[in-house]
């Protein structure tokens, strides 16, 4: 499947739930966002890598006055109106017994709330976008591909990115870093591993926003030695023996790309909106996000002809997941 009918299917997400604005209030400002470490690329892959707005002429929810925004405040406030009134206190009993207004989901495990952040920081990356300045769509830069490319794991490649990989066993894989110790606490004597680090602590990945969290740092770990076993395996057939370390690594690449793909096709996205409305977008096409339709060229697709993610959508309808995390998680060392 190619990675841009994945995004269109992902798109119709924000067909569903979301609203727009002619202006949206940006929502992150990277450089000074807690400590995080993100590595900043030098320019979009384009010129004209931004994003766009499914209804540009809408107005806003309400006028950006201080009055609305101290309202919006109070919507997150401890004691308003989605405080969940969970058991912070309690790590163990909010797992065991969450209260009555945030049951668990029944039928989707805790790991996709963190699969969802990191197919997030698979397609937007806006380092300067204050949360409390309106900035435009078309004047806000997106470091990251438009497409379920894995750009935040591949970064911009062997030549471009040779931090993130390591060669000296002939093959072009990703670094990792056994955790030193780990096998004498570790089921089986198991030696256990982590990102690849600076002096400072600080991940050395392509997106340091996939250290955000233990759960997200160590599913970006899985990805990078999946690319590596694919690699091995490649490798270890004999029908693949004359073919060179850079075919090797774009093969394993487009094969690494394509299951991420179908997870998110055939797992992620059915447990999120459903199977009955997946098949629907995959067979009709998102209501409003129709990027195949020539009319809508100036709203959707950059000049190259590119789609462009819609801030309905970044901004909007995925943040969604936040509402989806836990009070608190267990997790197995």
Sequence with gaps: MRVRATCVAMFGLASLLSGAVEQVLAAEDLSQRNNL??????????PDDVFSGMFPGLP??????DEAREQAKKLGAKGGVID???LLTDPKESIANPGPNNPDNPNMTAGFTFFGQFLDHDLTLALKAPLLEQTHPRRTTNFRTAEFDL???????PERSPELYETSSGNIKFRIEAIPGSEQVSRKGAVRYDLPRDPNNNAIIADGRNDENLVISQFHLAMLKFHNAVVDRL???PAQAHRSARDIFKEARRQVQWHYQWIIVNEFLPLTIGQDRVDEILRNGPCFYRVHDRTHDSLFLSSRREPLIPVEFAVG???FGHSQVRPSYRLNF
């Design 37 to 46: 470490h993100v590595n900043k690329p030098n320019h979009p892959r384009f």
């Design 60 to 65: 806003p929810y309400a006028p950006p006055t």
């Design 84 to 86: 969940a009134s969970d």
């Design 151 to 157: 750009d935040s794991v591949y970064g911009d490649g």
């Design 235 to 237: 490798r270890s057939n």
């Design 317 to 319: 309808a995925y943040r």
